[in-house]
């Protein structure tokens, strides 16, 4: 958005309720004045919708919208997919790990609408798709979690994800066994179907009704299960061994792709590091900072530095920057979400080890 405020014009009412928030043909505001603040700009237009009456400024529309440190926006989004934690950001930034952490969770909720307007859900993928996930963890290892992953076979173009609770597995001292029960036993048990359902919920907000797929996996068996329980969907199931080598010949490198780049540019996903998320809501608004970064930011090949995975599927015309991934303020009342990913942004998943994580209650920021 230009800084000059009479070289720039509100493209529509923010206000959810006014008939002119979804539909601006018509739409008539005047200036109303300035506030000053004390970021720059320091001077800040403000405006009034001639419908509803509710008063607004140019800085409704911005990222940056009631942020008392804006200039670290950019900063923290580049910093979080270079691998590293939210101290170390913090450390680099002058600036303290809960104002980290907060602009965090305001990226991830833009990056998820980014995302979200940046393909289009109600249209099948016009290419095969390779589906798997990556294992980590939440709060402790006592709490694993599986984060499962839809990639473009040719594009590499992370079409979404969801994630899972897991039971903790594999070899454990008897000491382990018996925490890993009181545990349990104080919080509950995940769900032991809730892979085969949230492997169910990312295809079907990827494939509507009716589509067909050619669909590549390994042999877990929880996937043959969920695609059952898609009745109303084709697919043609290509099953890869897991053990298979991990070159660009295995039709599962896309998602290993994934799978590793995830793990080289986040800290809370390196294996036995001490930056894992607490709860399984923030380590998912950091996925979605990934996935805009790897879609849309990110060329296919780092040393070619050719088109980016969303160029290859004609989404984009070029490759975006910092700058123009937080161009402009995305309102949740305007771009619809699947109701997985409206539970994201409104941060409704739960950590069992804290039942009163905080959630998002919009008044008007983002």
Not at 193 to 214: F, I, M
Not at 225 to 232: I, T
Not at 298 to 317: I, M, V, Y
Request: charged share 25%; net charge positive.
């Amino acid at each position: 958005m230009p800084l000059s405020p009479r070289a720039w014009t509100p493209p529509f009412c923010p206000n959810a309720g006014c008939r002119f928030h979804a539909d601006p043909r018509g739409w008539r505001c005047k200036r109303k004045g300035f506030y000053e603040r004390h970021a720059a700009p320091r001077r800040i237009q403000r405006y009034v919708c001639q419908t509803c009456r509710r008063s607004f400024s140019s800085q409704t529309f911005a990222t940056t919208y009631w942020l008392r440190r804006p200039e670290l926006q950019a900063p923290i989004f580049q910093l979080l997919v270079a691998c590293a934690g939210y101290r170390q950001i913090a450390r680099a930034l002058g600036t303290s790990p809960t104002t980290v952490l907060r602009q965090t969770v305001r990226l991830g909720r833009h990056c998820l609408l980014f995302h979200a307007r940046l393909r289009v859900l109600d249209a099948a993928p016009v290419e095969a798709l390779v589906l798997d996930g990556f294992e980590s963890f939440e709060f402790s290892q006592y709490t694993p979690i599986h984060v499962h992953a839809a990639v473009g076979a040719g594009s590499h173009f992370v079409y979404g994800v969801t994630d899972s609770e897991l039971r903790r597995k594999g070899r454990m001292t008897e000491a382990q066994r018996r925490r890993r029960a009181a545990l349990e036993a104080r919080y509950g048990r995940p769900d032991p179907k809730a892979l085969e359902r949230d492997v169910t919920a990312l295809l079907a907000l990827l494939l509507p009704p009716g589509s067909a797929c050619e669909l590549h996996t390994d042999e877990h068996p929880a996937y043959p299960r969920a695609l059952r329980r898609l009745g109303d969907r084709r697919f043609d199931h290509r099953v890869t061994p897991g053990r298979a080598l991990r070159t660009i010949r295995n039709p599962l490198f896309p998602v290993n792709l994934f799978d590793l780049l995830v793990r080289h540019s986040s800290a809370n996903h390196k294996r036995e590091t001490i930056a894992f998320s607490k709860r399984r809501q923030s380590a998912l608004e950091r996925i979605f900072v990934f996935l805009v970064w790897r879609n849309a930011m990110k060329s296919f090949s780092e040393k070619a530095r050719d088109a980016t995975p969303a160029q290859r599927l004609g989404l984009l015309p070029r490759r975006l920057r910092i700058g123009d991934v937080l161009a402009e303020r995305l309102f949740p009342t305007r771009i619809p979400l699947p109701e997985r990913w409206g539970a994201y942004y409104r941060r409704e998943v739960e950590t069992r080890r804290i039942p009163n994580g905080q959630r998002f209650l919009r008044r008007y920021a983002a």
